[in-house]
């Protein structure tokens, strides 16, 4: 089962405009990632964002992370229609062992020119 | 540099047959991770390898196994394919460790009829 719920499940704006996603999660957390999937590709990392960090930006994506609510939010500012994608969560839980993330069920979004 | 390479990019196979599939990672990377994605579970790990050493396996059943060479390729092998196996398949690489993002292959879409 998915260890992370985003928001909105689907959300449909106008170029030029700003699109934030949220995601909470259950668990403690190393990091807290982002990642951006075309339909039925491969996922695309994005942005990382450790524990102990509350802010951060690339470009024109930002990241903010509450680690008392559990919830993180990426914005995208000044979205374009090559943004249409769906928005993925993920975390890596400091209790297990190695290398695992547990992905949220995503947002699509869509960017309309 | 090359990214992570699945191969094949698309598959179909009868029920009860078995399939494998095939993750070559980035160089230099030593943990290779597994993911199978559905509409309805979304996305779920399946097990992760690192030097050659299965180090973390998600909930599924035994049809489901893996395994990595020295020159940390992997595959993942199903055996005994039922219908609620198809999905696309995700292969991601990652250098050492959660505290990277990680790349991932474009995956194989995996077809049981």
């Known amino acids: 089962s998915q260890q992370g719920e985003e928001d909105p499940q689907a959300l449909s704006i106008q170029e030029g405009e700003n699109a934030t996603m949220n995601c909470s999660y259950k668990t403690s957390i190393n990091n807290l990632q982002w990642y951006r999937q075309n339909s039925g590709r491969g996922l695309v990392h994005l942005i990382l964002?450790?524990?102990?960090?509350r802010e951060k930006h690339s470009g024109r994506l930002r990241v903010t992370l509450d680690t008392s609510k559990k919830s993180s939010s990426l914005l995208i500012t000044a979205s374009r229609a090559a943004d249409t994608a769906s928005y993925f969560c993920?975390?890596?839980?400091?209790?297990?062992?190695?290398?695992?993330?547990?992905f949220g069920e995503g947002t699509q979004l869509t960017v309309n020119p | 540099k090359a990214g992570v390479t699945q191969t094949p990019r698309y598959l179909i196979k009868t029920r009860g047959q078995q399939v494998t599939l095939s993750c070559s990672p980035i160089s230099g990377h030593r943990s290779v991770s597994w993911y199978q994605q559905t509409p309805g579970q979304g996305l779920q790990f399946l097990f992760e390898y690192f030097s050659e050493t299965q180090r973390n396996k998600g909930n599924f059943p035994g049809r489901f196994s893996g395994r990595q060479f020295s020159n940390s390729r992997s595959e993942m092998n199903v055996s005994t394919l039922e219908l609620g196996d198809s999905a696309l398949y995700l292969c991601?690489?990652?250098?050492?460790?959660?505290?990277?993002?990680?790349?991932f292959g474009s995956g194989t879409r995996l077809t049981v009829v």
């Open positions: 993920a975390t890596d839980n400091p209790e297990t062992s190695g290398s695992r993330l547990t």
């Open positions: 964002i450790r524990s102990n960090e």
């Open positions: 991601a690489s990652n250098p050492q460790g959660s505290l990277h993002g990680y790349t």
